[in-house]
């Protein structure tokens, strides 16, 4: 067809779909007045009316079928048929109301499941940063669990000094913009000045001045950040997050040109970032500020990390320009870490051999830092299969409805062929019943998944303040629901419509009241599926809770219930080395006169807070070490009490106590796997070491104690070798950034109670004592020492509730769908059981019959589910704690729950056939 023919057929196409009646009338006048005219020709060459009438009919060859000719060159019958099909589908969803709210319940709890998950899955995983052109970002480094500060080589760099980043920035023309971050937003305490008690704990990020420009952002009030605003010279200006603002401080625009005090550092905030940023890292609590980086050095610190060109703590990312190659930007970016690194003078000769073997790998930030995602992508891989399964589990159960409905129809549908139906025309309505059916399940499912989706949050985040995800359902989200549904509709609606559609009219007709069915196995497959798929999902949800189990009721080390942490950050308040002492004596002090307070102290860690600081060191005794056994063993300051506070057993020697002062012989307690890995075969006690690997200072520290191993980072790993000594004992070492690095180390992080009773329920009085001590000192965390634990266990709750959910879901459909296909069979053979029973069967032979089928069903999808099982074990090996698959009680526990299950649904049917009348069924029909 010539395209101006196309565009002059255009209007008759749609007037033809939205005034049909009318161009049908048209239509209709048009042929008939040409039958007219064909007929007054042949009355005119000498034929009668009714002759001449004839021929015209005739020749036209019928004026029906002239109409559906002139119809399909409209092109729009498809379209009419559809909407014709949609009005009759739901004539039936409106005549059948009880199978449409089950069908629709069913598919809403698989879709809505799914569009939960997919909400997730889309905001940690596949959600770009909300920036300009996020596609060309990239990140220099790619170890997402690297963090925060560090010293020395990497291996694969990912954390970059602030000398490093200058070289790279002014000496990769690749990047037109490259911007540096710090690797963790610290928690500050955030003032406005002149406003009382206007003092609250947040969140901050030292970046350097083109942070902004880098990602391309615009303020909605005041200006960004600026190059010119991360130089020393420069009075220290801040720039406030959209969500700060909006929330603490009503949108207020008098906050540009304010006066902040940061910690206890004066800044000016001079913009507010646009909306919906939440920085270059999706996590809980981002950032409420950002700062030049220059303004570290004004912090309240010994250690000042924008001076230091040998520690690292900040991340990059670049802006590539178009056309350059991600290979070869990578090779000269590694060619520039290690050119940088031999200028160096703080590298001793060891790590100058290793020079050569420091790489940078790139990747793309398009998301940002990825740290969240790597950390739940097994989680929320598994439970994206889960979902889909369920969906499946769903589809069967639905599936079967509709083939139990279409059987119990077939002579409408016999009837429908014998008038000239098409079999691809039959198929094609039922396609589109079970798609309306899945749309309405899809819109029930969307409402379940914004609360699930809630839920989940809740579950994901326990213990955060804020969470840049959001519930509510989005574009993408939208799109995925409609695809979904329109998936699922055709999914399970065209099995069913086909073996329906073969239906042979004669057969049917003939033998209207024959009890014969063409779709038992139909049937009998989906319900194998079903419980094959509930057996699989029942087993990876008993795994993972007893993962979980096996995870919170390990051997720690430290007893959590009664505990109370306290987080606290002495810069806040402006605190310096020389103050420590008088306030670490007032701290233990106070706390331990208040009432129901057993035992109090304090530390630089707390277990199972996640965070690890380590230093090399030198044994004295251990000559193999000191030839080069690298090995950086984790370092805790602790005051005394502390491990009869946490609940840390000793072992042998003694513990830390009050008499390890500053002035006293500088000593150590090592945990059981510090004392097996540096002194191997020895005994311990009275062993020295020295810290940060310095030969001369070997003897400074003499062991006196032992206790168990106790885990404070990770709880599925070991627990780390660690030594623990007491605040104030300061090797002087002859270069001064060394000592300095040591007095950092001077200042608590934690305050531990050990308290009778709940101890949440001294969190108010926790409050008092540090308020009475100094009003600057807020408390930045409380929470019980068993809340902190759990806290680790954020995603693993996460997976276990929603596979436990999951699996009882599964498990309900399996149970409904084979029901149904024994009750259906029962209905359907009520007329043989009704002669069998006339010609002598007993009930219970019958009973037993239909038990037997019921449990054949059921034992076969067992069989198969647990071959599932086991893959999906596999699958879920990373998830999995404590548990191997050689443990087979739990999917013999799953499949017995299966198994009873099946023998519940197939007794209630079984049971009923018991009762029933020959005489009665004989005449059933």
Not at 814 to 842: D, H, K, P, S, W
Request: with cysteine; proline share 5%; charged share 20%.
């Amino acid at each position: 067809m010539r395209p101006e023919h196309w565009l002059y057929t255009i209007p008759l196409r749609l007037r033809s779909l939205f005034h049909r009646r009318q161009v049908d009338q048209e239509l209709d006048d048009e042929l008939r007045d040409h039958v007219e005219r064909k007929t007054d020709e042949y009355v005119a060459k000498g034929m009668s009316p009714q002759e001449a009438r004839r021929q015209a009919f005739l020749e036209m060859g019928g004026i029906e079928q002239r109409k559906e000719e002139c119809r399909d060159t409209r092109r729009v019958n498809w379209l009419q048929d559809l909407l014709q099909d949609l009005r009759f589908g739901l004539r039936m969803l409106r005549k059948s109301p009880g199978f449409a709210v089950v069908a629709i319940l069913t598919l809403a709890l698989g879709i809505g499941a799914n569009t939960a998950i997919f909400t997730l899955v889309n905001a940690v995983m596949l959600q770009s940063l909300p920036v300009r052109n996020p596609s060309e970002l990239y990140r220099l480094g790619n170890d997402n669990f690297k963090c925060c500060v560090m010293s020395g080589l990497e291996g694969r760099y990912t954390l970059f000094s602030k000398a490093l980043y200058d070289q790279l920035r002014d000496n990769t023309p690749e990047f037109s913009e490259l911007t540096a971050f710090q690797a963790r937003a610290d928690a500050i305490s955030l003032r406005r000045n002149g406003v009382q008690g206007d003092s609250r704990v947040g969140h901050a990020e030292y970046v350097s001045g083109n942070y902004f420009q880098t990602f391309g952002l615009s303020p909605v009030l005041g200006r960004l950040l600026s190059p010119a605003d991360d130089t020393p010279a420069v009075p220290p200006v801040a720039v406030m997050s959209h969500r700060a603002w909006h929330d603490f401080y009503g949108s207020d625009p008098s906050i540009i040109g304010s006066a902040f005090t940061v910690n206890t550092v004066s800044f000016t905030i001079v913009g507010v970032a646009p909306a919906g940023f939440y920085g270059d890292t999706l996590r809980s609590d981002p950032p409420d500020i950002w700062m030049p980086i220059a303004t570290e050095r004004l912090e309240n610190k010994t250690v000042v990390e924008v001076n230091r060109p040998d520690v690292q703590w900040l991340f990059l990312i670049g802006r590539m320009k178009p056309g350059e190659r991600v290979s070869q930007v990578q090779a000269h970016v590694t060619t520039e870490v290690q050119q940088w690194l031999s200028s160096q003078a703080f590298l001793n000769a060891e790590d100058r051999r290793d020079i050569s073997k420091q790489i940078v790998i790139l990747e793309s930030a398009a998301g940002g830092v990825d740290s969240l995602r790597e950390s739940y992508q097994n989680g929320l891989l598994v439970l994206t299969i889960t979902s889909g399964l369920v969906l499946l589990i769903a589809c069967a159960n639905v599936a079967s409805l509709l083939l139990a409905r279409a059987m119990s129809s077939r002579l409408q549908t016999a009837v429908r062929i014998a008038l000239g139906a098409t079999r691809g025309r039959l198929v094609r309505q039922m396609v589109t019943e079970g798609v309306l059916l899945a749309l309405f399940g899809g819109a029930a499912g969307l409402l379940l998944a914004f609360g699930g989706t809630r839920a989940l949050l809740l579950v994901a985040f326990r213990g955060a303040h804020y969470v840049p995800i959001g519930a509510s359902p989005s574009l993408p989200i939208l799109a995925f629901t409609l695809a979904i549904s329109v998936l699922t509709g055709v999914v399970f609606a065209t099995a069913p419509a086909w073996i329906s559609s073969q239906t042979i009219p004669n057969e049917a007709l003939r033998n209207a009241r024959s009890t014969r069915d063409r779709s038992p196995f139909a049937r009998k497959s989906l319900v194998v599926l079903q419980t094959a798929l509930s057996l699989a999902l029942l087993a990876g949800a008993g795994l993972l809770v007893e993962t979980l189990n096996n995870l919170e009721h390990q051997k720690w080390g430290f007893v959590t219930n009664g505990r109370l942490i306290v987080r606290v950050d002495l810069s806040l308040a402006g605190y310096t080395p020389g103050r420590l002492p008088q306030l670490y004596s007032q701290i233990e002090q106070r706390f331990e006169a208040l009432p129901g307070v057993l035992s109090a102290s304090y530390s630089t860690e707390s277990p199972m807070d996640g965070w690890n600081s380590g230093t090399w060191i030198t044994v004295a005794e251990n000559s193999e070490f000191n030839a080069g056994v690298a090995k950086s063993p984790s370092l805790l300051r602790v005051g005394p009490h502390y491990f009869q506070t946490v609940g840390t057993r000793l072992l042998r020697g003694r513990l830390i106590n009050e008499q390890d002062t500053a002035n006293s012989r500088f000593v150590a307690v090592v945990n059981e796997t510090f004392a097996r890995e540096f002194l191997p075969k020895q005994d311990p006690l009275g062993k020295t070491f020295g810290i940060l690997g310095d030969a001369s200072h070997s003897h400074d520290f003499e062991i006196i104690g032992v206790v168990e191993d106790a885990k404070y980072q990770n709880a599925r790993q070991p627990a780390y070798a660690t030594y623990f000594v007491p605040f104030f004992q300061d090797p002087i070492y002859q270069d001064a950034s060394t000592t300095s690095d040591m007095i950092s180390f001077d200042f608590i992080k934690y305050i531990e109670l050990d308290v009778a009773g709940d101890p949440n329920r001294m969190q108010s009085a926790v409050r008092e004592v540090l308020a009475n001590i100094d009003p600057n000192l807020v408390p930045l965390k409380i929470l019980s020492l068993a809340d902190q634990v759990s806290l680790n266990f954020n995603e693993e709750h996460l997976v276990e509730r929603l596979a436990v959910f999951y699996g009882l879901l599964a498990l309900a459909l399996a149970t409904i769908g084979l029901y149904g296909v024994i009750a259906y069979m029962v209905v359907r053979r009520t007329n043989e059981m009704g002669v069998r029973m006339a010609l002598g069967a007993q009930p219970w032979d019958i009973f037993r019959a239909v038990m037997r089928e019921g449990g054949l069903l059921t034992l076969i999808g067992i069989a198969i589910g647990l071959g599932m099982a086991v893959s999906l074990a596999r699958l879920m090996s990373t998830l999995l704690y404590g548990l191997a698959l050689t443990d087979v009680w739990i999917f013999a526990a799953a499949a017995a729950i299966l198994a009873a299950a099946g023998f519940a649904a197939s007794y209630i049917p079984a049971r009923r056939t018991m009762h029933v009348d020959p005489m009665v069924a004989l005449r059933y029909e």
